[in-house]
């Protein structure tokens, strides 16, 4: 398997399929991932593999899948932390395994989703994603979608992530031990590729934060998911590197930006 950044580095959003079912092998191994599937922020995430044909499951903006994934979870507090943080460590594992894979939130056909996912009262189900072979070739209309939403472009390092308080931009050499895992995130893929994640380096801790840009809707907070995603990336680094931690929700009362929402601190327990 691949290294966890190279994955990062590698990983595009799949949105045309080549058309080929998911061997039995493939299929077996993401079932285990599944089931091991664990997230540091309390709340379970609990995944499925669901047949489009059986479940009348389907996306405008996807070609040639049969399968898809889907992720549910109890409305209970940092839940889209927690679906955001399982979700993408599951398109990583799938990604080493040569499929594909794209979150997905609007175009999904989320009553058919929900019932094949057997949502309960309260439960929600924001995201979902197709999983297959990637085609060799994208289609016109994802190579269009890519375009327009400048999907392969990302924000400098100095302008998402800072030292001791806003305002004071990070660089990758200030930034230490946590360079490789902020890097991570500035890499994560996020809804409209609004890249919401910000960060302030205290010494041996990082506090994060949410640049609000979308509203929220009756699944919650769709920024909040994409923070689960960037907070997968970082942390599954810094396991990579061999340092360990914890998040806390402890929040340093820092001024910040109008329009920005502190979300959790991580905090670095072992330097070896």
């Known amino acids: 398997m ?24 493939a299929r077996d191994k993401m079932e285990a991932f599944f089931a091991g599937a664990k997230t540091p922020f309390g709340v379970p995430v609990t995944f499925r593999i669901l047949d489009a044909k059986e479940h009348g499951l389907s996306s405008v903006v996807i070609i040639g899948a049969d399968t898809y994934f889907a992720a549910k979870a109890p409305r209970e507090p940092h839940f889209e932390l927690s679906l955001g943080y399982a979700f993408e460590a599951a398109c990583l ?13 609007a175009s ?33 209309r ?16 100095e302008t998402l992530f800072f030292d001791g308080e806003f305002g004071v931009a ?21 809804a409209a590729n609004k ?5 302030v ?25 994409d923070l689960g995603i960037g907070l997968s990336h970082f942390e599954l680094v810094l ?15 820092l001024d910040v930006p109008e329009n920005t929402e502190y979300i959790v601190t991580y905090e670095l327990h072992d330097r070896a």
């Open 142 to 157: 994802e190579t269009v979608m890519r375009k327009g939403i400048k999907a392969d472009t990302r924000l400098p390092f």
């Open 93 to 105: 594992y799938a990604w080493s395994l040569g499929l594909g894979s794209v979150m997905l939130a």
């Open 170 to 190: 990070l660089t990758p050499e200030k930034a230490g031990v946590f360079a490789d895992a902020l890097e991570g995130m500035r890499l994560a893929p996020s």
């Open 195 to 199: 890249q919401p994640w910000r960060a």
């Open 201 to 225: 380096k205290q010494g041996d801790r990082v506090h994060f934060y949410e640049a609000r840009s979308m509203k929220d809707n009756a699944l919650g907070d769709v920024q909040k998911v």
């Open 239 to 253: 396991q990579e590197n061999g340092k360990a931690g914890a998040f806390t929700f402890a929040d340093p009362g």
């Open 108 to 140: 999904l056909s989320r009553a058919a989703f929900e019932k094949a996912m057997e949502v309960g009262e309260n439960e929600v189900m924001p995201v979902g994603s197709p999983i297959g072979w990637p085609a060799e070739k994208r289609s016109l």
């Open 2 to 25: 691949a290294s966890i950044k190279e994955l990062i580095k590698t990983r595009k959003s799949v949105r045309t399929f080549n058309g080929e079912p998911l061997t039995q092998e």
